[in-house]
């Protein structure tokens, strides 16, 4: 019997103030939170026989004039993982050759991707936020023949979208192509659960046509709260699963979900619905 409404002007300031860390170091850190799928640039992954130490491979890159490369040790195992912007293969090799003699490593695998084609990613990774948004407002208006319902829920997903990506950039993590998917993840997650709640808010107007909307809404999102708590929990606890062993390549992508969710939830019972009330 928790009183949503009445505390929605608190989470509202929680949410914005959130909102307002998460653009402060995503306009401080500019172009650097971005991974070579957006900015261009070379991944090198490198496997070493014996133990290594991470701080000793980034002396010696910087030694080598790599000071602006990101270095990073796979969790558990003798590997790491450098992205630069050019084609640093070479410069890397004979620096390894010279700083790690006693220690044989395997180059595992290059990538390379063009500065157009990271601009050209950028922006159809945008495109595909703004769509998705623009296709659940206009599905959520029809389906519950009342826009209001939709903007909210809009907005309420845009809101998990933007705390998501304000957490990542504020824990030094980079924006990548499997970062935009965990966000399109998010965005379908969320707007699910938010649905079974405004259709719980549809159904109750109809038999309690004598209450506040706010009342309805109160009454409503008490009754969903256990199927909302379970369906989290559930997924949630897979996705931990994911971030643990789910390997490097999926850490962030794990992070972003595990953030998303617990926003979505938040977001839903929160946020959504109350803004509903405050639309109308």
Wanted: aromatic share 10%; charged share 20%.
């Amino acid at each position: 019997k928790i009183d949503y409404i009445k505390i929605r002007y608190v989470c509202y300031a929680v949410s914005l103030l959130i909102i307002s860390a998460g653009a402060w170091a995503f306009f401080n850190r500019g172009g650097r939170m971005y991974g070579i799928d957006f900015t261009g640039g070379q991944v090198q992954e490198y496997s070493f026989e014996k133990q290594i130490d991470i701080e000793n491979v980034r002396r010696s890159l910087a030694e080598a004039g790599l000071k602006d490369a990101t270095i990073q040790q796979v969790a558990g195992k003798n590997e790491v993982i450098i992205k630069t912007a050019k084609d640093t293969v070479d410069i890397v090799e004979k620096k390894f050759n010279e700083a790690f003699a006693g220690n044989k490593y395997n180059l595992l695998r290059v990538e390379h991707v063009g500065p157009a084609v990271g601009k050209d990613l950028k922006a159809k990774a945008v495109k595909s936020l703004v769509f998705a948004l623009l296709a659940i407002l206009i599905y959520v208006g029809f389906r519950f023949k009342h826009f209001n319902f939709g903007t909210a829920g809009v907005i309420a997903l845009l809101h998990d979208v933007v705390v998501t990506l304000g957490v990542i950039v504020m824990m030094g993590r980079q924006v990548d192509l499997l970062v935009v998917t965990a966000l399109l993840t998010i965005a379908g997650y969320s707007i699910n659960d938010t649905i079974v709640i405004y259709d719980r808010i549809r159904e109750n107007m109809a038999k309690m046509n004598k209450k506040s909307l706010g009342e309805i809404i109160n009454v409503s999102v008490n009754e969903t709260l256990g199927r909302t708590i379970l369906t989290t929990l559930t997924v949630f606890m897979v996705v931990l699963v994911l971030y643990f062993y789910g390997g490097e390549v999926l850490n962030t992508f794990s992070l972003c979900l595990i953030v998303g969710f617990i926003s979505g939830t938040y977001s839903t019972v929160f946020i959504a619905s109350p803004l509903v009330l405050l639309w109308e």
